[in-house]
Nanobody, 127 residues
Framework: QVQLVESGGGLVQAGDSLRLSCAASGRTFSSYTTVGWFRQAPGKEREFVAAIKWGSTYYADSVKDRFTISKDNAKNTVTLQINTLKPEDTAVYYC?????????????????????WGQGTQVTVSS
């Protein structure tokens, strides 16, 4: 059974940094063609944050100067480094993954392009 588990969230102050991790079980990250992070702020829809698709990285415009996504196949984890946190970064952060071939995959920024999801980790940024 495929399972993704996020960790690393918490309550931090504006300007701090956080490192979110996503661990996979039941399947290695090396077998996924696309891995990504999404977030959902209170009262808002879930939105794309960052992704690695076929070796290329992608970011939402709102985070590309502060967020870094990386994948460690040896540790079977995907991380999201968040620097200079802002109150508007407060959200539940979700890890997602998909294993479809490029020809069958959807846009990296679409939720429906990911078959596997974690339960999320809360990040709260105080001002």
């Amino acid at each position: 059974q495929v399972q993704l588990v996020e960790s690393g969230g918490g309550l931090v102050q504006a300007g701090d940094s956080l490192r979110l991790s996503c661990a996979a079980s039941g399947r290695t990250f090396s077998s996924y063609t696309t891995v990504g992070w999404f977030r959902q702020a209170p009262g808002k829809e879930r939105e794309f944050v960052a992704a690695i698709k076929w070796g290329s990285t992608y970011y939402a415009d709102s985070v590309k100067d502060r967020f870094t996504i990386s994948k460690d196949n040896a540790k079977n984890t995907v991380t999201l480094q968040i620097n200079t946190l802002k109150p508007e970064d407060t959200a539940v952060y979700y890890c997602a993954a998909d294993a479809r071939a490029l020809v069958n995959s959807g846009p990296y920024y679409r939720e429906r392009s990911y078959a596997y999801w974690g339960q999320g980790t809360q990040v709260t940024v105080s001002s």
